[in-house]
């Protein structure tokens, strides 16, 4: 069973970089063809999906958050890690990783295998 676990700071300061990490447990994450993506709920929103890497390095983004957003993987630890930039209290959210068989999701439905989640706060 696939397991997915997301780690990082719950609290940012605005124009700080956010880094999150995604860990990857019970398979590896070079194993088929599939996306690695991340995705955040703002408070009373809906999903926002926000990038997405292959295990060979294929990135794609989300056009309204790409100029501040870098997807990496290494697949020698089995994770994969979002930096995004400049960030503002717009960027609250609760974040998470998934996996999909899709290179962008926008339900919950679009991937097999998500993370519990992580709620970063950016606030001074």
């Known amino acids: 069973q696939v397991q997915l676990q997301e780690s990082g700071p719950g609290l940012v300061k605005p124009s700080q970089t956010l880094s999150l990490t995604c860990t990857v447990s019970?398979?590896?994450?070079?194993?088929?063809?599939?996306?690695w993506n991340w995705v955040r709920q703002p408070p009373g929103k809906g999903l926002e999906w926000i990038a997405s890497?292959?295990?060979?390095?294929?990135?794609r983004y989300s056009p309204s958050l790409k100029s501040r957003t870098s997807i990496s993987i290494d697949t020698s630890k089995n994770h994969f890690t979002l930096q995004l930039a400049t960030v503002t209290p717009e960027d609250t959210a609760e974040y998470y990783c998934?996996?999909?068989?899709?290179?962008?999701?926008?339900?919950?439905?679009?991937?097999?295998?998500w993370g519990q989640g992580t709620q970063v706060t950016v606030s001074s």
């Open positions: 019970g398979g590896s994450i070079t194993a088929g063809e599939c996306y």
């Open positions: 890497i292959t295990a060979s390095g294929f990135a």
């Open positions: 998934a996996r999909s068989l899709r290179a962008i999701i926008v339900a919950r439905g679009q991937a097999d295998y």
